[in-house]
């Protein structure tokens, strides 16, 4: 931990907020939208990746996941780095290489360069995003922090749900390479944008690197992900439980070591602060909340009332429009209620959705998915920036790059648990509900169970089974989820403090050289 001397001399003298810290957040927002179109775009195009490229179930799932578990395993390290070198140097190396690894991409001519070229993304992308949030937190006063962490969370939100929409009004012009392509001139106009207006800002301590610490949280944190993930895609096997618990050896082992060396990357007496530990909560169960359900509503609205993919993504854009509507004001219901209010509210809210969801049918109503939308879309808006403002403030100035990793691996683990664990529920409900209520035998019935889009090919008495199947194991999940969501309201209002307590409010000198 370093003290509030240290904190002032990371972020420079203290004369006031730079006149352009406007202009700066939007490069930041358009650097952080790449990253985030970048996580969902993909999946519209994996159908023609597989036509064009004669790739394997296992190359599109290699091609997909590569780039979420490398991206979230190394943001702790590459939060680290920011600090100790600088942050703007980062952001600019990411979006460069960013660039760079995506036209490799676009031209990949195998499933495996392909997936290798993802793989380089996602360290790409982990050098941007919290090197995004720690410079805003380094360049906005504390007054305005909160303004600014809303509009940056809203174009996280706006960026995920652009992604599917983009790819698809792309694919039906250009080829399968067009959404990486797209990458490119969104990078340039950010990496100018950022030698004009961003300024730089690090720890002025320069620790050396914690590199035991690095490479045991890398790869724990990165088998936990593909451990959750592959168990989200095709339940939950032995194998998938030997990956997460390796990486949870691997985490402890971290622990140990953290607790140990002189210079940690990440200082643990962090999470006595019950405003770090219990927003990281939060943050951590609005994704659960928000990626869960996503990968529900999806299926929902396709298979079972029948909608096709562009309405099925357009179905979800209620609740993203209101995140990016609600975020940017959430300041306003911070300073009126407090950090405790707006946090623990914003849960229950998305608890009233998922309990919403959880009277569908297998003939909807539609209206009843577009409300539970409306309920999660809301809650997300008014929780989530108030949770990653509490995160963050929390951090010294001279350790924001660490903080805002933290804050971005919680994102992405909380996001994938999500969909392993509700996935999952809905996988075994659905199975055992089909395998009552219909007489196939043998490979018929093991198809058929393997997922609702195999069932409706059985015929049409066995898909209208199939649907109430599937509805009664999406009804459990989202139960479940609201059960869970409920649990952190309760401790939000418990032990999350009302107000913030600020020891450091500095930001970057208005003077400074642009470097």
């Not at 050396?208 to 939950?236: H, M, Y």
């Not at 209101?322 to 608890?351: D, M, N, Y």
């Not at 019935?445 to 393997?450: E, N």
């Amino acid at each position: 931990m370093v003290d509030g001397a240290a904190g002032r001399e990371a972020a420079g003298p203290e004369v006031g907020p730079d006149p352009r810290r406007w202009w700066a957040l939007a490069v930041l927002c358009l650097g952080l939208s790449v990253v985030s179109i970048d996580n969902t775009i993909v999946t519209t195009a994996l159908p023609e990746i597989q036509r064009e490229l004669g790739a394997t179930q296992s190359d599109l799932a290699r091609i997909a996941d590569g780039y979420t578990v490398v991206f979230a395993a190394l943001l702790l390290a590459c939060g680290s780095l920011a600090d100790r070198r600088g942050r703007k140097l980062v952001l600019d190396i990411g979006l460069v290489l960013f660039a760079l690894t995506s036209a490799g991409a676009a031209f990949a001519p195998t499933p495996a360069l392909l997936s290798l070229a993802r793989v380089a993304m996602g360290a790409a992308g982990a050098l941007i995003m919290p090197a995004t949030l720690s410079i805003l937190m380094a360049t906005f006063p504390r007054e305005e922090r909160a303004k600014a962490l809303g509009i940056w969370t809203a174009s996280l939100g706006l960026g995920i749900a652009a992604g599917p929409l983009a790819g698809g009004i792309l694919l039906e012009h250009f080829w399968w390479g067009s959404i990486f392509l797209v990458n490119l001139p969104i990078c340039a106009i950010a990496l100018v944008g950022s030698l004009k207006l961003v300024r730089t800002s690090r720890d002025p301590s320069t620790p050396p690197a914690d590199v035991p610490g690095t490479v045991l949280w890398t790869i724990g944190i990165g088998l936990v992900i593909a451990g959750v993930i592959e168990a989200g895609e095709a339940g939950l096997h032995l194998a998938h439980i030997g990956l997460i618990t390796t990486g949870a050896v691997l985490l402890v082992l971290f622990v140990w070591w953290e607790r140990r060396t002189p210079h940690p990357m990440l200082d643990l007496g962090l999470f006595r602060n019950p405003r770090f530990t219990v927003a990281n909560l939060s943050v951590a169960l609005t994704q659960f909340a928000l990626y869960g359900l996503a990968f529900i509503a999806t299926q929902y609205v396709q298979l079972v009332l029948g909608l096709s993919p562009l309405q099925a993504g357009l179905t979800l854009l209620p609740a993203i429009v209101l995140v990016g509507a609600v975020s940017p004001f959430s300041h306003v219901t911070l300073r009126l209620v407090g950090t405790k209010v707006a946090v623990a509210g914003g849960l229950a809210l998305i608890v009233a959705g998922l309990v919403t969801g959880t009277q569908l049918t297998a003939h909807g109503p539609y209206w009843l998915v577009m409300l539970m939308l409306v309920f999660i879309g809301l809650g997300l808006g008014f929780s989530l920036t108030p949770a990653e403002e509490a995160v963050l403030g929390s951090v010294p100035s001279a350790k924001l790059g660490v903080g805002s990793a933290m804050n971005d691996t919680t994102l992405e683990l909380g996001g994938g648990i999500g969909i392993a664990v509700l996935g999952t529920i809905l996988s075994v409900r659905y199975q055992h509900a089909l395998a009552r209520a219909v007489h196939l035998r043998g490979d018929h019935l093991a198809a058929a169970q393997r997922s609702l889009a195999h069932a409706l090919e059985e015929g049409s008495e066995v898909g209208a089974a199939a649907k109430v199947a599937f509805t009664r194991g999406a009804v459990t999940a989202l139960f479940v989820a609201a059960a869970v969501v409920a649990v952190g309201v309760v401790i939000a209002a418990l032990w999350l403090p009302a107000h913030a307590e600020h020891s450091d409010d500095t930001v970057v000198d208005p003077d400074a050289e642009y470097h």
